[in-house]
Structure formats: structure tokens, C-alpha cells
């Protein structure tokens, strides 16, 4: 708790380009939280450089999804958005940690074997311990609550155990961070595979609504959706995954239920099915779109609320960081 307040801690890789699922899914909630939490939301620079980026595209990526945090609704007065980077207290705990995190439970994080699987050339200590990065980054802020999706799991039960341990050693350092389960948010599959989510990574451009995506991209896209040999606009996961998919994106774009829509298209062609999903689409990204663009030609407010943000990040980072350093025996700073 800080300030009175419960702490919320999430991020973002800075890496690809938001789509419409990490929206629906996550950014979209997220605006409800800040009248009554203390909210960090972090641009994740550190963790993105696992894997091997192109540093101009790292830092214009980076800037990008921070503006399109402002955009999506954010309040950058309530909430505090900041790089990962600029607060060195995250890489100086995540050090700490290591000596605290054993072999065995870093084996069995499954998010590394997927990684490495994936990028076989380049298999680096940081993709291993990304886990202990992952719980100085929580943990830092006294996170009372971190949102997680069912494929981050995994990273919140090892930031537990480590902080259950060192408290267990040191006494009570560190805030036992819980699950936030709130309002669940749309669960957005990929257009051309519809029973895997959509990823900002895919590699095949068809497959996700990226929140930059132009009117007529968006339109393409949806056309191009993979369904079904069936006519019938109908819900069910199993039989029908993909007009599921455009059923629950249609939902979460204009607000109807899923017997409305079944009943709005009844007799309706898949063809013109997409084409409203894809025009509904459009239209919930217009706001985000024009507000992304006026935020980015601000240079001047955007660095202003880095500049800021940072501090405020900084601030509550390093109490917690001198707290540990001088329970692990770290001689102190002489100011």
C-alpha cells in the first residue's frame, strides 16, 4: 500500500505495436483503476532486449506505446507511465533477487522453453532470469494487486515464493503481491488462426488489428478473416472459432450482447459480417487514433510527462530498494 492507496503494478513490452486484444484484453480496464489505486504502468525496455532489437526501432517503439497509453485514456497525472529503463532500481533488485531465486524454479518456467525454442540463436542468461526482472518489477512497488493473463501465471507464483522467502529471512520487506481479477476483458484470437490469441509479434500481418492500423487496413483485415464453410452467424467456441472471434469483437466494439448480435445477423451473409465488425472497429479506434496522433506531434508534453513520471517512479522504486540493501548488509550511502 502506498499513500494510503493499494498499489497496482502492470507493462508492456516495447516491442510490435499494440492491437486491438491488449486493448480489450488489458489498456481498456486499466482506465477504470486510477481514482482508486496508486497505479504504475511500465514501458518494458529492459526485458525486451532478450531478445536481440534494432535500437532505433527499440526507442521509437518505446515512445510509441507510452503515447498510446496517454491515448488509449491513461491519465498520466494518475497514473504514473514511465520507461522501465529510466528507474535503475529495477535492474539493481533484480540482482538482489538472483541470490535469492533457485535453479529449480527458473527450470521450470515454461515461458523460457518456449523462448528459447523460439529464438535458438541466441538462448542468453537474460531470457532465463527474466522471471527475477519480472519480480523486481512488482515487487519494487509494493504491489498489492498485478493484473495477469493466464500466460503470466507462472511469473506472479515465482514472485511470491520470492518474496515469501526473503521476508522469511529479513522480516516483512516486501508486499505479497495477489492476482487482480477484475472485469474480465474481451479475449481477442487471431483473425487467420482463431484459436490462438492475437499477438503483436504475429508475423503475419493479416492475423491482428494493430491500434495504428488506417480505416482501410482494418477493413482489409477483417475481410480477409478466417471462418468457417458454414453461412450461420452463431456463437460457439468449439464448432465455430472464428465467427466466434468477429462475434466477440463486434461485442466488445459496439457494446452488444451475444444474443443481439446473433439476432442483428440473422440470415446476414459472412461478408457482411466482417464488414461491420471491421466498420465497428474503426470506429472504437478513431478516438485513440486522433488523440495518438495530436499526443505525438506534442514532443514537448511527452517528454515532459518522462521527465515526471520517471521521478515519481524513482521515488517510490528506491525506498524500496535501500530498504533491502540494508537488510542484505550493504553498507549505507553517505549523502
Known amino acids: 500500500m502506498l499513500d494510503g492507496k493499494k498499489s497496482i503494478f502492470s507493462g508492456m513490452q516495447a516491442t510490435g505495436t499494440l492491437q486491438i486484444g491488449n486493448y480489450l484484453g488489458a489498456l481498456k480496464n486499466w ?29 521509437k517503439k518505446a515512445r510509441a506505446l507510452l503515447t498510446l497509453y496517454i491515448a488509449a485514456g491513461l491519465n498520466p497525472d494518475k497514473n504514473c507511465i514511465y520507461y522501465q529503463s529510466h528507474v535503475s532500481a529495477h535492474a539493481e533488485l533484480s540482482w538482489i533477487l538472483n541470490c535469492y531465486t533457485y535453479m529449480g524454479e527458473l527450470n521450470r518456467m515454461t515461458q523460457f522453453k518456449d523462448k528459447a525454442a523460439k ?6 542468461a537474460g531470457l532465463y532470469t527474466y522471471p527475477v526482472l519480472m519480480a523486481a518489477d512488482i515487487l519494487l512497488f509494493q504491489s498489492d494487486l498485478v493484473p495477469v493473463g493466464s500466460d ?16 522469511g529471512i529479513y522480516g516483512d520487506v516486501f508486499t505479497i503481491p495477489e492476482p487482480y481479477i477484475g472485469k474480465t476483458g474481451a479475449r481477442i484470437m487471431s483473425l487467420q488462426e482463431p484459436t490462438k490469441k492475437m499477438s503483436k509479434s504475429d508475423e503475419n500481418v493479416n492475423a491482428s488489428i494493430y491500434l495504428t492500423d488506417d480505416p482501410d487496413t482494418i477493413i482489409r483485415k477483417f475481410k480477409r478473416a478466417v471462418t468457417d464453410s458454414d453461412n450461420e452467424i452463431r456463437y460457439s467456441r ?6 466466434s472471434n468477429l462475434i466477440d469483437i463486434y461485442g466488445a466494439a459496439t457494446g452488444k450482447s451475444v444474443a443481439e448480435i446473433e ?19 474503426v470506429s472504437m479506434l478513431k478516438p485513440i487514433q486522433d488523440r495518438f496522433d495530436e499526443l505525438s506531434k506534442d514532443k514537448a508534453y511527452i517528454d515532459g510527462i518522462i521527465k515526471q513520471n520517471a521521478e515519481k517512479a524513482n521515488y517510490y522504486a ?16 553517505i549523502r
Do not use: W
Not at 482506465?31 to 529492459?46: A, G, K, P, R
Not at 511469473?155 to 522467502?165: F, V, Y
Not at 468449439?238 to 465467427?243: A, L, M, R, V
Not at 530498504?323 to 550493504?330: D, N
Open 318 to 333: 528506491n525506498k524500496t530498494l535501500r530498504k533491502v540493501q540494508k537488510k542484505v548488509g550493504f553498507p549505507e550511502r
Open 238 to 243: 468449439e464448432d465455430k472459432p472464428g465467427i
Open 119 to 124: 529464438h535458438s540463436e541466441n538462448i542468453n
Open 152 to 167: 503470466q501465471k507462472q511469473h506472479l507464483e515465482i514472485t511470491r515464493d520470492i518474496a515469501e522467502r526473503f521476508n
Open 31 to 59: 482506465v477504470q483503476l486510477e481514482d482508486e489505486y496508486e497505479c504504475f504502468y511500465c514501458v518494458v525496455d529492459m526485458h525486451s532486449i532478450t531478445v536481440r532489437q534494432d535500437p532505433a526501432e527499440l526507442r
Open 263 to 281: 439476432k442483428e445477423f440473422n440470415g446476414i451473409g459472412y461478408g457482411d459480417f466482417k464488414l461491420a465488425v471491421g466498420e465497428s472497429v
